[in-house]
């Protein structure tokens, strides 16, 4: 069934995209309060990438890593006539959010809200390296 969570998004956003499991769901009402932010600054449709992964998924995905998508607690998007580097600002500047990934050549931002000091990283042919002033400055983020 399909039905709304919050002003902008509905369950569906939110499920595992798997296409093994049941469309299995969850999602830190945090996370989604700060897509509905989003959404309303930018004025543009969010678009989710990915959000839940189940468990047999993440298995797959991630081994035994702590993957916060499996935790509800992790979401990768893109806003629909943003640069991904004004979305990455807007992010940086929200003390909520804790990870932070970079993925240009994706085109999406991963967001998560993990309970450690803040880590911000860069994603570069599937490789999750560290996001340096060098690398600030070739994608414009500073
Ligand atoms: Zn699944
Ligand atoms: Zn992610």
């Known amino acids: 069934m399909e039905y709304r969570i919050s002003d902008n998004f509905s369950r569906s956003s939110f499920a595992c995209k798997c ?3 049941r469309d299995e769901f969850k999602m830190s009402l945090t996370v ?3 897509l509905e932010h989003l959404k309303v600054k930018f004025n543009k449709p969010v ?7 189940c468990d047999e998924e993440s298995k797959v995905q991630f081994g035994n890593n702590k993957d916060y998508h499996h935790l509800g607690k992790a979401v990768d998007f893109y806003i629909e006539g943003v640069e991904l580097k004004d979305i990455f600002k807007e992010v940086e500047g929200m003390p909520d959010i804790t990870g932070i990934g970079f ?11 993990r309970d450690k000091d803040r880590e911000i990283w860069l994603e ?14 070739q994608y414009n983020l500073n």
């Open 103 to 113: 993925s240009p050549q994706d085109n999406h931002i991963h967001i998560d809200i």
């Open 47 to 53: 678009k989710i990438f990915r959000a839940y992964i």
């Open 32 to 34: 989604i309060g700060i």
């Open 124 to 137: 570069e042919r599937r490789e999750k390296i560290p996001l340096t002033n060098e690398k600030r400055i």
């Open 19 to 21: 296409g093994k499991c």
